[in-house]
């Protein structure tokens, strides 16, 4: 899968991102944290400054095929924001992510903890193009927008 289509901006495809995440089998997550992974290294300013540390192309490749797609969700997140992660009782796997300077958080499901993670970060980043809703007019004092 490929989110770097030139047509949409880079919060749309954030958005597409999730809502990846949160129909796919365990079995996609490697392409999805792949797709991700090159998803942020394309971050726009401000956000760009905060990815410029993602962990190398073939240090993350190479967790992914070892098995371990959820240390490389953790990966993308951690130093960058923080998480809280959760497994139901259901076997659905559920996370929360916020970045700092945010002060609204995402969480997605996901059919694995790699899913669950990577569906909350683009999620989270996806939200940051939502303006709140005191800025719309007429709306002042209304709740802002939350996605979770």
Not at 43 to 54: I, M, S, Y
Not at 71 to 95: D, K
């Amino acid at each position: 899968m490929d989110f770097a289509s030139p047509a949409a901006g880079w919060h749309q495809r954030l958005s597409d991102l999730s809502l990846a995440c949160a129909g796919a089998a365990g079995g996609e997550a490697g392409c999805l944290l792949r797709a991700a992974h090159r998803l942020l290294g394309e971050a726009p300013a401000p956000w760009a400054r905060l990815f410029a540390g993602l962990p190398p192309r073939e240090d993350f490749d190479a967790l992914i095929a070892a098995g371990g797609e959820a240390a490389a969700a953790l990966a993308l997140v951690e130093g960058r924001g923080s998480y809280m992660i959760s497994y139901g009782p259901g076997g659905q796997h559920l996370a929360t992510v916020v970045f700092e300077g945010r002060s609204a958080e995402a969480s997605a499901h996901g059919a694995n903890l790699a899913l669950a993670v990577l569906g909350a970060l683009a999620a989270s980043l996806a939200a940051a193009a939502i303006a709140p809703a005191s800025h719309v007019e007429g709306l002042a004092g209304q709740p802002a927008v939350r996605l979770n």
